[in-house]
């Protein structure tokens, strides 16, 4: 259906397996990287061009370039496959269909920082992806690839999955770091920047999975190359992932400032019964929602989504038809939120959960007119006040619906029914309650 | 009952141990373990893994309320987990819920008195293009129908 030939989820039967996975040239990557000078690895990434995955879009060659060349102090990898923001099914993917590209991506970016141990952080509900991956890593272990002098080259490096244990929080990266050190997931405050004190306060790179599974074909086929796929400033490929009121949901491999329509109409087979677009979620629950008649011609990449005050997060889109009730699908978001904070701030911990409480009574028909206007002074009232970007995402989602579909939440408080209320207390109490 | 780890647990939870500089690291592992083991994580149990890892309880416990895969009370064998957040809300995630809760004739955080399924809302599991959705235990099962959930809830209440 697309000419574009995929760099990840390659269309090659049985790719997982590492047989199949070294006849089609696995791990020749590893080999090249292994003769070449650690800095000429983090100069050909910073070529590329190639940006973070897990939402930040940050570049990746200038994150390595960050770590300490010399330092007594061990240096550590962490692959972030928490993988927990809604809507998002990506890495998933990559576990179960490529886990080797990861892999050898992940051993190349050891090198080139001088980092002997990486652990892989998935989300505790993965576990049947977990198991593959360790079937993968075994595999490679037992091939020379991971482990003691790798290949002859006197180089050694352990690679060991961190299972966490459902705490959307984890996927902050110092939370990550948090949760490996057997703590709970809270995130730090930055600076230090884990850089420099990450681990047992060693420095600490973290990666998304699918930034990492970039890195062999970066390799084998230069900077360069990648640089020139798809959006000049975000470029490569993005692992889409369409879910909601969509025909052919899935993860579509497409490059960069892929047209929002095509995705939707040509891979994703439409609307589900040819219904019109109200609302798209474009990069995982978080990220500012778009309009139905702001997507004509928008292209998917970070760049061009900032023209319409959003992000392309983890490129996770949610499609919602014409007859979607948006105050319910913010309540529930906001539900997730309120459930996962960690509860550090004071303005993410009760925000949450105030706004949740607005929320749930404009949406049970019981709002009042003001509640709009403290609806969103509460969610700017989170944003950029916490400890981490939990915060935001927490609030994006609210403030951004209420200024695209305004007249949504309108309906709802005009068509509020009052309610005998007696004692405001009460009834306050109840809504916390439900 | 003896809050005891088997040999092959020991022997697990000593691998785990190898992968990190601390003691204190393992203890997500250790939990695990335990969970599978004992079934959720009792007040005894966390002491236990404290002791083996010398790790003072107030901190197990900390650990074990902040994580929510963590049962801290018990729960039945087949442990059904329905995600509603938006993705499967839209494709009929309540539903599911829904249609499982009046089934088994029990609520949400509800288990059936005979302990064979405990039921509850998930939060986004990861599988959104394959919604609806539920984990069950372990596992995935993907594309509800409501004939896909009489199969599979006929064939647990089986075993
Ligand atoms: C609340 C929150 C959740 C996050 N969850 C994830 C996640 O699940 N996976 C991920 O790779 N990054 C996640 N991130 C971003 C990480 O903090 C970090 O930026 C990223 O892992 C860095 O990798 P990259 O530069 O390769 O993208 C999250 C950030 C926040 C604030
Ligand atoms: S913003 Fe929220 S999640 Fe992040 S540290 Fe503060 S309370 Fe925790
Ligand atoms: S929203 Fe249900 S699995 Fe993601």
């Known amino acids: 259906m697309s000419d574009f030939e995929p760099i990840i989820l390659k269309k090659i039967p049985d790719y997982h397996n590492i047989e199949i996975y070294m006849k089609h040239g696995g791990y020749s990557s590893l080999k090249k990287a292994l003769k070449m000078k650690p800095e000429e690895i983090i100069e050909e990434v910073k070529k590329s061009g190639l940006r973070g995955r897990g939402g930040a879009c940050f570049p990746a060659g200038m994150k390595w370039s960050f770590m300490p060349q010399k330092t007594d102090k061990p240096k550590y990898l962490c692959c972030n496959g928490d993988e927990s923001e809604p809507a998002s099914f990506k890495d998933r993917e990559i576990f179960e269909k490529n886990p080797h590209q990861f892999i050898e991506g992940t051993l190349i970016a050891c090198w080139a920082m001088g980092i002997k141990t990486a652990y892989v952080y998935i989300r505790g509900e993965y576990y049947p992806w977990i198991v593959m991956l360790q079937k993968a890593i075994d595999d490679a272990y037992s091939k020379g690839f991971i482990g003691k002098n790798i290949l002859g080259s006197g180089y050694s490096t352990d690679i060991y999955i961190h299972r966490g244990a459902g705490a959307y929080i984890c996927g902050e990266e110092t939370a990550l770091l948090n949760s490996i050190e057997g703590k709970r997931g809270m995130p730090r405050f930055k600076p230090p920047f884990p850089a420099n004190y990450g681990l047992w306060g060693c420095p600490t790179t973290i990666n998304n999975i699918e930034t990492l599974a970039n890195i062999p074909p970066i390799i084998e086929k230069g900077g360069e190359w990648f640089s020139k796929i798809g959006e000049p400033k975000h470029p490569g490929s993005l692992l889409y992932g369409l879910s909601g009121h969509i025909n052919k949901p899935g993860i579509y491999e497409l490059p960069s400032g892929t047209l929002l329509t095509d995705l939707i109409y040509k891979y994703g087979g439409g609307v589900k019964d040819n219904k019109a677009i109200k609302m798209i979620i474009p990069g995982g629950s978080s990220m500012p929602p778009l309009r139905g008649d702001e997507i004509d011609g928008l292209r998917m990449d970070n760049e061009h989504l900032k023209s319409v005050n959003s992000y392309i997060g983890t490129g996770g889109i949610v499609v919602m038809n014409e007859d979607t009730d948006i105050v319910k699908v913010i309540k529930r978001i906001t539900k997730f939120y309120y459930h996962e904070s960690c509860g550090q701030c004071t303005p993410c911990r009760e925000g949450c959960g105030w706004m949740l409480k607005i929320l749930d009574r404009i949406d049970k028909g019981m709002g009042r007119p003001e509640d709009i206007d403290l609806l969103k002074d509460v969610a700017n009232n989170i944003e950029g006040n916490t400890i981490c970007a939990f915060g935001d995402a927490a609030a994006w989602p609210v403030k951004w619906a209420i200024k695209k579909f305004i007249a949504d939440f309108e309906k709802k408080v005009s068509e509020s029914v009052e309610l005998p209320v007696t004692n405001k207390v009460h009834s306050l109490r109840l809504a916390v309650q439900e | ?159």
Do not use: R
């Not at chain 2, 609806?132 to 647990?156: R, S």
């Open chain 2, 1 to 159: 009952m003896e809050i005891k780890f088997t040999e092959e647990n020991l022997k697990k939870l000593e691998e785990a141990k190898s992968h990190y500089p601390t003691n204190d690291a393992a203890l997500m592992s250790a939990l695990w373990l335990a969970q599978y083991q004992f079934g959720w994580l009792s007040n005894d149990v966390m002491k236990y893994v404290g002791d083996l890892l010398n790790i003072p309880y107030e901190h197990v416990l900390g650990v074990a309320e902040f994580y929510t895969m963590y049962n801290k009370k018990p729960v039945g064998k087949h442990h059904l987990q329905v995600c509603t957040n938006v993705s499967c809300m839209l494709c009929g995630g309540y539903d599911v819920v829904d249609y499982i809760s009046n089934k088994l004739d029990i609520g949400v955080g509800e288990t059936t008195p005979d302990g064979k399924f405990t039921l509850i809302e998930a939060e986004c599991l990861g599988s959104c293009g394959t919604a609806p959705m539920m984990q069950i235990n372990d596992y995935y099962e993907e594309n509800l129908t409501k004939d896909k959930i009489d199969e599979i809830l006929e064939k647990l209440s089986k075993s």
